[in-house]
Every structure is written in C-alpha cells, then in structure tokens.
C-alpha cells in the first residue's frame, strides 16, 4: 500500500467546488494510469460520489479520505486536493 502523500504528490489537482472534487477523482485516476477518462470505470462503483462531494463540502482542513479505484489509491481532502497514484 503507498502512502497518502506519495498519492497527492503523483497525481494531484485542487478544486474549490466540492460538487467538482468525483470528477476530479476520475481524472487524476485516468492521469496516473496515462488513459483517458472514458476507460476510467464509474467513481460509483468505488465510493458514492455524493457522498464524497458532501464530505469535502464539510470537512475543512482536517479531512482526509482515502479510498481504492480503478487499480489506483486515492486521496481527497478537505481543501478540495485530490491526488492519485498507481
């Protein structure tokens, strides 16, 4: 397993817009994958994408969400950082 810092340092992105942070998920999962999006499998099946938003939405600085997708680690946290790593 790696850890969550060497997710967030290999693939990362921010968004303000918690609703924003699913698709950013599948997008730093199809950059550490070098693949586009469309052969990422839906953020569903791994985490409920609602959810997720509503968690960063309320979070703040000390949340931080690690989850499995697609073969990668992934690792949100409160500030909208999303990060993936093989």
Known sequence: MISDSRA???SSA???DPD???VAVVERVAA???????????LYRSVDPDALAGLVAGGGEGLR???????CQVVVDGEGR????R
């Open 14 to 16: 921010e968004t303000a």
């Open 82 to 85: 999303v990060g993936a790593a």
């Open 65 to 71: 969400v690690s989850f499995s997708h697609a073969g």
């Open 20 to 22: 924003a942070v699913p």
């Open 32 to 42: 550490a994958k070098e693949c586009g999006v469309e052969e990422i499998p839906p």
């Open 8 to 10: 967030v340092e290999n």
